[in-house]
């Protein structure tokens, strides 16, 4: 018999199905702050206490690097080399700080901005469990500012 006609015995075979195109993780945009500026070309979004942050970068993350532990963290964003700023989230709404991290040569400077007007500079598109999608548009008279886009896929991990 041959197993291909559809008698009892017949194999069955699994024809790949079309699957949905997962996003490419995206950012774009740039900030300044401390005196320093810089260009937003990746972005990692991570679980962290609440609820996810958003850290984006001037350089790429390794995430790969990142994942072999199992997790995405808070000490993956730290262990970054590249300017970064993190955007945090708290019961799926911005915090009013945001956090960041430069290095330049040997040394390195953090710490973060807490204003009232930076929860109501970001605007989220999307916030789910898998997905965070948005953009923060926020400047101070001292020069100071943050203009940048983001959708990024959420991290496996925790704080």
Known sequence: MNLLSGGAGALLLALPFAQPAI????????????????????????????????????????????????????????????????????????????????????????????ETGVADAVKLRESSATRVRGAMKWSKDSGESIDVSFDASVEAGGS
Not at 28 to 48: C, H, M, Q, T
């Open 23 to 114: 996003a490419a993780d995206a950012a774009s945009g740039s900030a300044k702050l401390e005196g320093i500026g810089f260009d937003v070309v990746d972005a990692l979004v991570f679980p962290n206490h609440d609820g996810p942050a958003i850290a984006l970068s001037d350089t790429a993350f390794d995430k790969e690097e990142m994942r072999k532990d199992g997790k995405v963290d808070n000490f993956d964003r730290m262990r970054h080399k590249g300017q970064l700023i993190t955007i945090n989230l708290s019961d799926g709404n911005p915090t009013m700080c945001v956090d960041y991290a430069f290095h330049k040569d040997e040394s390195s400077t953090s710490g973060s901005v807490c």
